[in-house]
């Protein structure tokens, strides 16, 4: 399965919603897709699971839904600390994880 | 808290073995998979594959088979071996838990390690 995510680059400024694309080649179980969020010289952190479960310590301001092949993080109100590299990543037969190229949300 | 630390060269010449090492503390290694993961300088993610702590591994296809994971329960540890490096193997490596259940992903990520594959 493969992951296309879009847009490839988001300029927003603060206060802002972000929606952020995650496509998969083929209809995916729901439970299986997680996102994470990347911030420059940081190791990528886990924002959502089961595509609409948030991580511990993630604010309600991030929120994932979808199913079949179509999966979006929202941000309702982009914070300045939120400007980063969004992943989506399933979890599925071979490979066991594979991950979309990733969406930039920067500051406009 | 659980926290993972990357330990390993920073420069490795070409066709050499790379061996990477994960020391997991605030955790036991008992019911999670434990992954590694690399990332290009500016490019994206990719599993690499994880280790059971029972010490089955399962490996990214696509990598062929130059990768070997194992892991030490006795040091809470895991490590990857690379063998027969090249410039694209130049990524920082992480390695995460790995939650599994009815949802499978990476909860806890290490800091990263970059290693450069130069001569």
């Known amino acids: 399965i493969v992951l296309t995510q879009s847009p490839g680059a988001l300029s927003l400024s603060p206060g802002e919603r972000a929606t952020l694309s995650c496509r998969a080649s083929q209809n995916i179980n729901s439970n299986y897709l997680a996102w994470y969020q990347q911030k420059p010289g940081q190791a990528p952190r886990l924002l959502m699971y089961?595509?609409?479960n948030r991580a511990t310590g993630i604010p309600d301001r991030f929120s994932g839904s979808g199913s079949g092949r179509d999966f979006t993080l929202t941000i309702s109100r982009v914070e300045p600390e939120d400007f980063a590299v969004y992943y989506c990543?399933?979890?599925?037969?071979?490979?066991?994880?594979?991950f979309g190229p990733g969406t930039t949300v920067d500051i406009k | 808290q659980v926290q993972l630390q990357e330990s390993g060269p920073g420069l490795v010449r070409p066709s050499e073995t790379l061996s990477l090492t994960c020391a997991v503390s605030?955790?036991?290694?008992?019911?999670?998979?434990w992954s590694w993961i690399r990332q290009p300088p500016g490019k994206g993610l990719e599993w690499i594959g994880y280790?059971?702590?029972?010490?089955?591994?399962n490996y990214n296809p696509s990598l062929k088979s130059r990768f070997s994971l194992s892991i030490d329960t006795s040091k809470k540890q895991f490590s990857l071996t690379l063998n027969f490096v090249t410039a694209a193997d130049t990524a920082f490596y992480y390695c995460?838990?790995?939650?599994?259940?009815?949802?499978?992903?990476?909860?806890?990520w290490g800091r990263g390690l970059l290693v450069t594959v130069s001569s």
């Open positions: 995460a838990r790995t939650t599994s259940g009815w949802t499978s992903n990476f909860d806890y």
């Open positions: 605030g955790d036991f290694l008992s019911h999670y998979y």
């Open positions: 089961g595509s609409s």
């Open positions: 280790i059971s702590h029972s010490g089955n591994p």
């Open positions: 990543q399933h979890y599925g037969d071979s490979p066991l994880f594979t």
